[in-house]
């Protein structure tokens, strides 16, 4: 069973940054797209980035230009910078993986972490 935990969560004025970062276990992982999800209250959980085995990335369009996602399959390791955050960025941020060789695009994730709060102030 795939374990992901992760931390850098926080609570940062607009226009600020913070990192996310996402300890997966298993020996799996390089083969494996991961990608980190967001749920604000009241609404659904959304995708926000994901990066592929291969290292391609995607965004959603909200956060595009602002949040970077990047690996380090050595370290099992899966991290999110978000810059210029906004108030709207406000949610609970999930890390998430799906299974080796399983592409991301029409799948959902299988392994999720625990969540980490992220909260903007005007």
């Known amino acids: 069973q795939v374990q992901l935990v992760e931390s850098g969560g926080g609570l940062v004025q607009a226009g600020g940054s913070l990192r996310l970062s996402c300890a997966a276990s298993?020996?799996?992982?390089?083969?494996?797209?991961m990608g980190w999800y967001r749920q604000a209250p009241g609404k659904q959980r959304e995708l926000v980035a994901v990066i592929t085995s291969g290292g391609s990335t995607n965004y959603a369009d909200s956060v595009n230009g602002r949040f970077t996602i990047s690996r380090e399959n050595a370290k099992n390791t899966g991290n999110l910078q978000m810059n210029s955050l906004k108030p709207e960025d406000t949610a609970v941020y999930y890390c998430a993986k799906w299974p080796p060789r399983l592409r991301y695009s029409g799948s959902l994730p299988t392994s999720w972490g625990q969540g980490t709060q992220v909260t903007v102030s005007s």
């Open positions: 298993g020996n799996m992982f390089s083969k494996s797209d």
